[in-house]
């Protein structure tokens, strides 16, 4: 091949950023997943390594001294934090989610007032766009915000906020002008001081325990006029295109935790024994094992294929992003299980890792749109043409 077309690999750069962040994540991140699902609390230590190592937020740029990583080195972080613990894979996943509408259409000066803490880990931001009521439908939301004098009050309830109560900084879609639908949406920044707003107890989930869901609420809660991000009655169209940027990082994740499962998977089939041999030496568990690797690649190659088009600004990225969260999420869930089958009756005792990570997998196919939602938005990507 004539060099100058390249050879399609990671640079060294990532393979680097690998071994770094999972000496770190078996380190001082592992030790502590189990108790982190058992007692179901925060995962502190987590936040805590990733902050002294740069990682809870990698993909800030440097200009707002951040790490500036790309989209791809971000995916790479969030899959072998998951590897280890999907809980604290949410804290840079989620970091990216909550700041991405703000570095993509935020003034200068909210990116400034923003983006400097996120990014010395003084302070986490999340991401408000589901309610009760409208979940996959979101413009059917009923959050409002109105502009009095020169601040914005908002009023309304958001649901499913990762890392809520976490969290400082909070994106939050509202209606500001309610007969224009989806186009009378806007986004805001909102600080946890601000007056009226609030978060409400912790949901009680199947799994990624570590990681708190909670409600938050806005009961006249006012914000400064230009904690608006971009213009009135964008704030959809940037919730769509966040979306189509952070999609791959939640398939990253569902990456990082099935291969955490082909991992434990390997050791255990080495060790335990039947009928006089270990049972990796068993056809019928190879070929289980073959497929489960052989789909975690596939799905980690599609992940980075989105990350890497997202990165170079490319449009119409629908398809390839709604692909590699509903592939490798769907990955995700068929290896966990599989890993919990190959482990027997142990796999299903909290003694293992495996049923954590398939309870953990389970979320992968639902946040950030339905896998169905997935399939919805690749469809009509493929019939636009």
């Known amino acids: 091949m004539n060099p100058e077309f ?8 990532h393979d680097a950023l690998r071994e770094t962040v999972r000496a ?3 380190r001082e991140i592992a030790p502590h997943a189990a108790a982190v699902d058992e007692d179901e609390r925060y995962p502190a230590e987590a936040r805590d390594a990733m902050v002294r190592a740069g990682f809870h937020a990698v993909h800030v740029p440097d200009s707002y001294d951040g790490e500036g990583a790309d989209s791809v080195a971000t995916c790479i972080v969030i899959e072998e934090v998951a590897r280890a613990c999907a809980s604290s894979s949410l804290i840079p996943a989620v970091n990216k989610l909550g700041t991405m509408g703000l570095m993509m259409a935020g003034s ?19 991401y408000a766009l589901s309610e009760r009521e409208a979940g996959s439908d979101a413009a059917a939301m009923r959050t409002r915000a109105r502009l009095d004098g020169d601040h914005w009050v908002l009023n309304g309830t958001k649901c499913w906020i990762t890392n809520g109560g976490e969290s400082t900084w909070y994106t939050v879609m509202a209606v500001t002008d309610a007969d224009r639908k989806s186009s009378g949406i806007s986004a805001f920044m909102v600080h946890a001081d601000d007056p009226g707003f609030s978060v409400g107890p912790k949901e009680r989930k199947l799994g990624i325990k570590g990681s708190p869901t909670r409600e938050v609420y806005f009961a006249d809660c006012t914000i ?9 009655g964008t704030g959809f169209k ?6 189509d940027h952070t999609r791959p990082t939640i398939g990253a994740q569902a990456v990082g935790i099935a291969q955490g499962a082909v991992d434990a998977s390997i050791a255990y089939v080495k ?26 690649e596939a799905a980690r190659q599609l992940v980075y294929v989105s990350a890497a088009r997202a990165e170079r600004g490319e449009g119409r990225l629908g398809f ?11 990955v995700a869930m068929e290896v966990t299980t599989d890993a919990v089958q190959l482990f027997g009756g142990a796999g299903y005792t909290r003694n293992f ?3 954590r990570m398939m309870r953990d997998a389970k979320i992968t196919q639902i946040y950030e749109g339905t896998n169905q939602i997935q399939r919805m938005v690749m469809a009509r990507a493929l019939l636009d043409g």
């Open 224 to 232: 400064p006029a230009d904690r608006i991000i971009g213009d009135p």
């Open 353 to 355: 890792p495996v049923e």
């Open 24 to 26: 770190l994540a078996d």
């Open 6 to 13: 390249g050879i399609y690999q990671l640079g060294e750069e």
């Open 271 to 296: 060790e335990r024994k039947q009928f006089g041999t270990a049972i990796g030496d068993f056809q019928g568990v190879q070929f289980m094992l073959a497929d489960m690797a052989m789909k975690v």
């Open 108 to 126: 200068d000066a909210l990116k400034k007032q923003v983006l400097p803490d996120v990014a010395s880990g003084k302070a986490m931001a999340s």
């Open 238 to 243: 940037t919730a769509l295109a966040t979306l």
């Open 320 to 330: 390839i992003s709604s692909a590699a969260k509903c592939y490798a999420s769907d």
